[in-house]
């Protein structure tokens, strides 16, 4: 609990414009490190939105696209090779049996040979399938085998289901056309998902649940309550939220806090004169302090897939050019740290589909006629000399230039180089 905290609630010198352009504004969700299978996330959602009165959504529907995906996968050449081969080794067990000498240990007899599968090995096997391939996909495989090539072999069928969960690939498949179904679901059916805010919030913890960042929308920065600062000039204008007129101090105070400002002491002098800077702009009219984590950040992912972690930008900055919203990244960072090349690079990339739309075909849009827009996509730095540069991460080669660091070691006199050669003074 803040000592006397400052509470905060939307500010009313902000337009409703920018509320507009930073509620259609995409961000992504953290991986899960207890992530569900997509296959259950998708059998999840076709529940909700089934309770919604929606048709054709639900575990059956889920049960025929992860059959359709693998019957195509395994239809493949290699796919073929591979399970005729394992389901031939399967079918018998080899075998060696010793007669030793019981009193020196010495062998004194060896037979080989092989006989074929039993009953319970056929079961073990399928057992090991169903716990190797997502929710109930193993016995969806068997029972489709069964009906369509094995009608009169159960065990024959269990076996090749067997052999396909232990391809590399199977997994892969199964969650990728289980995936297509849940983000299609609900894409197409945003409509009634808005209409419930409890279904809302049910399908953004299962988009939270998932072992990869996904797109999604912001959720609107509400009331909370932050400490206060002594400094005057860190109490910050045209913050969205703000101070409330006539909050006193402290109960026992008649002095009350400024009105309509954000208390926060930037992290360092170079912050703060970004932070300064950026406010002397004419055309800036809001500005949000990015947080690190939760739902009213704008977050994205770098990293490979199992180890992704997020990039938080420091300052999202509104400003009105020719009557419309243009939202702004400004994020400061010390270029020593070893994340500085993955993180701007993922930035760099991100706000390219940003602009480029690739979100467009997602939910995280209400529409183009809402569709936001990055101006600027800053990375700053201080130089050896303590000035503020900066590099536009939207600008061609930036990104490319920062990956390549990035692989190779993020080393800080790279950085340092790419900024003397590419950046600007702020």
């Known amino acids: 609990m803040e000592a006397n905290p400052v509470l905060l609630e939307p500010n009313p010198d902000v337009d409703a414009d920018v509320w507009d352009a930073l509620a259609h504004f995409p961000t992504n969700t953290r991986p899960s490190k207890t992530a569900r299978s997509d296959v259950d996330r998708a059998i999840t959602l076709g529940m909700i939105l089934a309770g919604h009165g929606v048709r054709g959504v639900g575990k059956r529907a889920v049960e025929q696209q992860v059959i359709g995906h693998l019957t195509t996968f395994m239809n493949r050449d290699d796919v073929v090779e591979f399970v005729e081969s394992a389901v031939k080794d399967y079918e018998t067990i080899d075998y ?4 030793v000498d019981w009193m020196t ?3 004194v007899e060896r037979a080989e040979g092989s006989t074929v599968v039993s009953a319970a ?10 716990r190797r391939l997502p929710e109930a996909s193993a016995t969806w495989l068997w029972n489709h085998l069964c009906d369509i090539r094995f009608p009169d072999d159960a065990e024959r069928a269990r076996l090749y289901v067997a052999a396909v969960a232990f391809h590399p690939e199977a997994v892969q498949v199964i969650e990728s056309a289980a995936k297509g179904l849940f983000d299609g679901w609900r894409r197409r059916h945003r409509a009634v998902l808005i209409s419930d805010p409890d279904a809302q919030a049910q399908v953004t913890r299962l988009q939270t649940q998932s072992k990869a960042s996904e797109p999604t929308v912001m959720q609107r920065p ?6 206060p600062v002594d400094d005057p000039n860190h109490w910050w204008p045209k913050h969205l939220l703000a101070s ?33 800077a950026e406010l002397a702009r004419p055309d800036v009219v809001a500005w949000y302090r990015n947080p690190t984590g939760g739902t009213q950040a704008i977050a994205v992912p770098y990293g490979a897939l199992g180890a992704q972690a997020m990039v938080y930008p420091d300052f999202v900055v509104f400003r009105r050019v ?36 690739t979100f467009d075909l997602d939910d995280t849009l209400d529409g183009l006629g809402h569709r936001p827009r990055l101006g ?14 900066h590099v536009n991460l939207l600008e061609d080669g930036i990104g490319d230039r920062l990956a ?15 900024f003397d050669e590419r950046g600007s003074m702020i």
Not at 96 to 99: E, R
Not at 333 to 351: E, I, V
């Open 244 to 276: 409330r007129p006539g909050q006193h101090v402290s109960p026992e105070s008649v002095a009350t806090f400024p009105e309509r400002r954000y208390p926060m002491t930037p992290g360092s002098s170079w912050e703060e004169a970004v932070l300064t």
């Open 222 to 227: 509400d009331r909370y309550s932050v400490s």
């Open 96 to 99: 060696a049996t010793l007669s």
């Open 404 to 418: 390549s660091i990035a692989s190779a070691g993020a080393q800080e006199a790279a950085v340092r180089r790419l």
């Open 105 to 107: 240990g010495a062998v």
């Open 376 to 389: 600027r996509v800053w990375a700053v730095i201080a130089d050896r000399s303590g000035n503020l540069v």
């Open 322 to 357: 020719d009557g419309q919203i243009v939202v702004d990244i400004v994020d400061p960072h010390d270029p020593s740290r070893d994340d500085t090349a993955p993180k701007w690079s993922a930035l760099s990339m991100w706000a390219r589909q940003v602009n480029d739309g």
């Open 121 to 130: 090995n056929v079961v073990d096997l399928f057992n090991s399938a169903k």
